[in-house]
């Protein structure tokens, strides 16, 4: 029984030709036929660490090869299309440091708006679909051309979603109200004059009017249509756009909310923030927050603060 | 755009009353197989217009389904239909019309273009 499993371990590594597995698997083989003469130490080693040694390292090769993100090389684009940036990793690096509670949370529908490349969608899709493979994905965006790109993204890594070209979500609104259990915006967020605001083209993608905020107020009453009572809610913002004013609008509508990720780049404080309705006690899998919003702005505000000022 | 897409869409013109379900003009259907999942259709079949679904699956070219949805009791056969209409036909080339106000609105390559001109919003 041993045997056959060391012979199953060399099939399994000299199809994955992982060189430091090759290692492994000749020693085994070694081990196994007797004849090729491995190190005096190794002889020594029992049969049973050398399995454990082999499985241990083919379970490694194997859980790193399933892409738990979408794969950049494989992304479309176009030059209307907005490419994903550090908005968009950040975002996603949201989603997969909460995959666990995703995962727990079991949600039914799971939705996109402004999907550009496709990059965020096929990224939630992928880090769920093991667990949960029978989950609905929708994706919308104003621009047909990135439905389109999205659409491709999606197929290149073999993965759908229902894709729709529509101003927020303004077609879907009556029939969808209440039944989105996770929603992922990466709004445009930049600040910039008011005329710029959903212009045609690419630049729809950042232009946010004042403060940067145009798209994202109309965006969250939408969402509040549109979550279910469990619903969550992720939102890319910039301290630029005053996500403190965010949350406080969020929470007059019921919604508990944390940060999720902050990153600074040399363009751009980004705030990933996290939304739900928070009437219940908190559970296994439900939110906790250890420290209330305002405290954590605070604090993140004034590293922020001291960083501009070094 | 396959038909639990479309079961979901309105249209959303000023002073339009009628909203939904928009005919389904098809051009090109491809057929594309998707995993069968009972518990998912059980889930879905509450949420589902039925006539919406029936007269959009028509519309592709595809007739089993019943006129009614069936009660409680779905058995395997009418799930397989179900599953079928609901997740297996792929309007590729077509258009989605708003019963009430004639409007058309465009699906290419899989993707129906829901945007509205200025004066209809």
């Known amino acids: 029984m041993e045997d056959l499993i060391i012979l199953y371990n060399l099939l399994l590594h000299t199809l994955l030709f992982h060189s430091a597995v090759a290692v492994a698997v000749a020693v085994s083989v070694a081990s196994l036929f ?22 241990n390292l083919q379970w490694t090769v ?3 090869m399933t892409s ?10 176009h030059r209307e299309v907005y490419e994903p940036c550090d908005d968009s990793f950040a975002l996603v690096d949201a989603l997969l440091a909460d995959q666990t509670n995703l995962i727990n949370h079991d949600p039914k529908v799971c939705m996109e708006i402004g999907c550009g490349s496709g990059y965020v969608i096929t990224s939630l899709i992928l880090l769920l679909k093991e667990k949960l493979p029978n989950v609905h994905y929708i994706a919308t965006d104003t621009n047909q051309i990135a439905a389109r790109v999205t659409n491709e993204t999606l197929q290149a890594h073999g993965v759908s979603a229902e894709v729709v070209c529509t101003d927020i979500a303004s077609c879907l609104e009556k029939r969808l109200a209440g039944l989105v259990d996770v929603m992922v915006v990466n709004p445009p967020y ?16 950042w232009a946010g009017g004042e403060n940067g905020r145009s798209v994202i107020d109309r965006v969250l009453p939408v969402v509040d249509r549109l979550l279910s009572e469990k619903g969550w ?38 705030i990933i923030l996290k939304f739900w309705r928070d009437k ?19 604090r993140s505000l004034s590293s922020f603060m001291e960083k501009q000022w070094r | 755009m396959r038909l639990i897409m479309h079961n979901m869409l309105t249209c959303n013109i000023k002073g339009v009353i009628n909203k939904s379900p ?21 889930h879905m079949l509450a949420k589902i217009e039925w006539k919406a679904l029936v007269d959009g699956a028509r519309s592709m070219g595809y007739t089993e389904l019943p006129v009614h949805a069936p009660g409680i009791e779905s058995d395997e056969p009418f799930l397989r239909k179900f599953h079928h ?32 001109h200025e004066k209809e919003v």
Do not use: H, W
């Open chain 1, 34 to 55: 007797g004849e090729i003469y491995p190190p005096r130490s190794f002889r020594r080693l029992p049969k049973t660490l050398f399995l454990t040694l082999t499985l």
């Open chain 1, 62 to 64: 194997m859980s790193e």
């Open chain 1, 68 to 77: 738990r993100t979408a794969d950049i090389l494989r992304v479309s684009s």
């Open chain 1, 190 to 205: 930049v600040p910039t004059p008011e005329y710029e605001v959903g212009m045609e083209g690419i630049a729809s993608a």
């Open chain 1, 233 to 270: 809610f992720y939102l890319v913002t910039l301290t630029s756009n005053y996500p403190s004013e965010i949350c406080l609008g969020m929470r007059k509508r019921g919604y508990a909310s944390r940060i999720v990720v902050q990153r600074s780049t040399e363009e751009e404080n980004l």
């Open chain 1, 280 to 298: 219940d006690e908190e559970g296994v899998d439900k939110e906790t927050s250890s420290e209330s919003f305002v405290k954590q702005f605070s």
């Open chain 2, 22 to 42: 928009l005919r389904i003009e098809a051009e090109k259907v491809i057929k594309k197989e998707v995993d069968f999942n009972p518990d998912f259709l059980r």
């Open chain 2, 85 to 116: 209409a609901l997740l297996e036909l792929n309007l590729e080339e077509g258009s989605l019309v708003c019963q009430e106000s004639g409007r058309k609105f465009p699906v290419n390559k899989g993707v129906p273009n829901m945007l509205l």
